[in-house]
Every structure is written in structure tokens, then in C-alpha cells.
């Protein structure tokens, strides 16, 4: 599995992605089950709200090789601020849209 994660700009001041790492390498939480090797494309942010650049970064990680989206847990589950982004179903939907069913789309991480 390749994946490009997509984070919360907004929360990249206060968690450098320390947990999403572990989780992924750790093979936990949204991971748990996945019997082959995964391999980090890229790391990026939404863009900032409402979250729209997330489409085209999803998709030019999926040019570069990813074939999993990875929304991380600071979108759409809020950590580790406790507060889930508003825009967070909108942003999957566009991204699902965008790149259809070539790529799958894991909507959290931990």
C-alpha cells in the first residue's frame, strides 16, 4: 500500500504527525488488518479552510505513486484539538469525485 496522507493546516503547529506515524507503521487503529508493506508518498496539508487544495494534492500523490488517501484524524475526528473540521465529508466527497475509484480513501488515521 502507498499512501498520501492529508492533514489539518491547522493543527500542524501543534502535532507533527508523530502519532499518524506510529499508528501507520505500527499497523493500528485505521491500519490494523493491512497485511502488506506501507509506504508514505507524501504529507500534506488541506491548504487551510475550507480545505480545497486537499483535492489537487490528493491527486498529484496519487501521480507520484499512492494508491491509498489517507484523511488524517485531525480532519475528521478533531484530534488532537478536539474539534473535527467542518469541511471534513465535503473534502472527502471532492477528492472522491476527483480521482473516482482508482484510489482508495481511508478517512481517518487514529
Known amino acids: 500500500m ?15 504527525g508523530t502519532m499518524d506515524f506510529k499508528i501507520i507503521r505500527e499497523k493500528k ?24 487544495k486537499a ?10 505513486g499512492a494508491d491509498t488517501i489517507v484523511i488524517a484524524s ?7 484539538i478536539g474539534f473535527p473540521c467542518p469541511f471534513a465529508n465535503q473534502i472527502k466527497e471532492a477528492i472522491e469525485k476527483k480521482l473516482g475509484d482508482k484510489v482508495k480513501i481511508i478517512d481517518y488515521t487514529h
Open 74 to 80: 485531525c480532519i475528521t475526528r478533531g484530534n488532537p
Open 29 to 52: 487503529c485505521a491500519f490494523e488488518g493491512i497485511k502488506e508493506d506501507i509506504e508514505i508518498i507524501g504529507l500534506v496539508t488541506c491548504g487551510g479552510c475550507p480545505g480545497k
Open 2 to 16: 502507498r499512501i498520501g496522507l492529508i492533514r489539518c493546516r491547522q493543527t500542524e503547529d501543534m502535532c507533527p
Open 55 to 64: 483535492v489537487t494534492r490528493a491527486e498529484e500523490m496519487v501521480k507520484r
